[in-house]
Each structure stands twice: as structure tokens, then as C-alpha cells.
């Protein structure tokens, strides 16, 4: 209402609609914001990203490299390309654009997590492993890349070490079920069934729906095998009680949303 011809404000309500999921409003305020001022890249970048939301991917892709046209050190918009051709399991595009947002941005560790995710998709297990090693020097309390590692390292078969990283995310972010359901399964791994039963037990007590049933599913297979060695299944919240929910401040969480 103050200035109808600011990008900025465009942009900022078009923020607020995207995080009460109302995408078709976002998607409107974010082309307002493009065409007040055709040359503010965050425009097309904040477009892109809804676009992406909604499966949209060729339009995301328009959309960011209009963004890199305008100013080939965006590195958001650069993200924007890596992860449309990540999500159509182009992997090596993808590697391509994130190596580039990382040169323009060298000291974001979530940028090189998501690097690193890709390497590890493209089978380059060790040199991902060696991204998020650099990663966590600049910033060692960063959750994504704790729990990417943790991952990576899950699915080579090194559960000790997964289990280091885990157990420090239980500390940094308590209340996050992805962390207690990977390690469920590393537990479930190496036969520690009860344990596995524990942290999935807690997984669906943080998440309920419990991830496309992921979670669920494989408490369920747990509990069979608890079934089998002991003759009997334990109501695993009995059993175990509630998960350890220590503080934690929301507020100093990392920003892992490229998009906001």
C-alpha cells in the first residue's frame, strides 16, 4: 500500500503465502515482483522455487536461468538449476551447477552438503564424505550436513561412525524424527533390536504419519523380529517411554532453505 512499484515488498508477501502453502498466491505475488522491476533476480529465483514446489519443473528452470541472465553471481538461481536437474535424477548436471554455486558462495555449508549429496549419488562416496568434512570445519553444528553424513556413512555399512554423528544430532536437534529413525536402522543393523525398536518407537511419536509409512514399516518389522527372538512383543512406548526432548531454540536452527 506504500509503494505498489517495490520488488521487495512483492517479494515478501509472496514469502508469506508460500509458507502457508497457498502456492498459487505465491506464484502470483512473485510474477507481480518480476514485472515491477524485470531486472530483480530474487524474483524469478523465489518463482522458480514455487514453480519447483508444484512440479513445475521446466517453468523453475525458465525461471532461474532468466535469474542468472540478470546476474550470473546469483548463486540461488545457480542452486535453483542444480536441484531442478537433481529431482529429475540428472545427477551430473546437478553436480555441475552446485560446483558453481559453491565457487560463487565457498562458505556455505549447506550449499556443499547439497553438493555432496549429489557426489554421493554419482557413486563418489568418498570425495561426498570429503565435502562434508569441509563443511563441518566451517560450521560443525550444522544438522543437515551431520545427518547427510550420518547417512552416507549408514549406507556404506560404517554404523559405528553413523552412530557418533546420530548421537550428536539427538543433542542439536532433539525433536527431528528423520534423526531417530536412521537410528533405528542403523541399530536394527547390527542386530541391537531393542534399541531399533526404541528409536523407532520415538521417530513415530515426533512424526506420527511417519514419512510415507517408512517409519511405521519398519518398526513393524522390528518388533517381528523381537517377536522371534523372544516369543513376545513389548508395547514398545511401555516399554521405552517418551523420547528425550531436550530444549531447543528454533531460532538458532540453520537455515537449510535456499528459497527464504
Same mark, same amino acid.
Given at each position: 500500500s506504500t509503494d505498489k512499484m517495490s520488488p521487495q515488498a512483492w517479494c515478501s508477501a509472496g514469502n508469506c503465502f508460500s509458507l502457508q502453502k497457498e502456492h498459487e /498466491?505465491?506464484?502470483?505475488?512473485?510474477?507481480?515482483?518480476?514485472?515491477? !522491476?524485470?531486472?530483480f533476480a530474487y524474483a524469478y529465483t523465489l518463482l522458480g522455487h514455487e514453480?519447483?514446489?508444484?512440479?513445475?519443473?521446466?517453468k523453475a528452470l525458465g525461471c532461474?536461468? %532468466?535469474?542468472?541472465?540478470?546476474?550470473?553471481?546469483?548463486? #540461488?538461481a545457480w542452486y535453483g538449476i542444480g536441484l531442478v536437474f537433481y529431482k529429475q535424477e540428472r545427477f551430473q548436471l546437478a553436480e555441475i551447477y552446485y560446483r558453481?554455486?559453491?565457487?560463487? /558462495?565457498?562458505?556455505?555449508?549447506?550449499?556443499m552438503c547439497h553438493l555432496a549429496v549429489v557426489q554421493h549419488a554419482l557413486q563418489k562416496t568418498d570425495k561426498a564424505l570429503e565435502t562434508l568434512d569441509i563443511a563441518l570445519l566451517r560450521a560443525p553444528q550444522n544438522p543437515l550436513c551431520k545427518f547427510e553424513r550420518a547417512s552416507i556413512l549408514f549406507s556404506i555399512e560404517r554404523f559405528d561412525e553413523?552412530?557418533?554423528?546420530? /548421537?550428536?544430532?539427538k543433542v542439536l536437534v532433539p525433536k527431528e524424527s528423520p534423526v531417530y529413525f536412521l537410528m533405528g536402522k542403523v541399530h536394527n543393523k547390527l542386530n541391537n %533390536?531393542?534399541?531399533?525398536?526404541?528409536?523407532?518407537?520415538?521417530?513415530?511419536?515426533?512424526? =506420527?504419519k511417519g514419512a510415507n509409512s517408512q517409519i511405521k514399516d519398519a518398526l513393524d518389522r522390528s518388533m517381528n523380529k523381537?517377536?522371534?527372538?523372544? #516369543?513376545?512383543?513389548? =508395547? %514398545?512406548?511401555i516399554a521405552y517411554g517418551d523420547?528425550?526432548?531436550?530444549?531447543?531454540?528454533?531460532?538458532?536452527?540453520?537455515? !537449510?532453505?535456499?528459497? %527464504?
Open positions: /498466491n505465491a506464484i502470483k505475488f512473485f510474477q507481480r515482483a518480476s514485472q515491477v !522491476d524485470p531486472g514453480y519447483i514446489t508444484i512440479e513445475e519443473l521446466d532461474f536461468r %532468466t535469474a542468472v541472465r540478470i546476474d550470473p553471481r546469483h548463486y #540461488n558453481k554455486t559453491v565457487e560463487i /558462495n565457498p562458505q556455505s555449508p549447506v550449499l553413523a552412530l557418533v554423528e546420530l /548421537n550428536q544430532l %533390536t531393542h534399541l531399533a525398536l526404541m528409536h523407532f518407537s520415538w521417530a513415530m511419536d515426533l512424526d =506420527p523381537a517377536a522371534q527372538d523372544t #516369543n513376545e512383543i513389548l =508395547p %514398545t512406548q523420547p528425550p526432548l531436550l530444549e531447543f531454540d528454533e531460532d538458532d536452527d540453520d537455515d !537449510d532453505d535456499e528459497e %527464504t
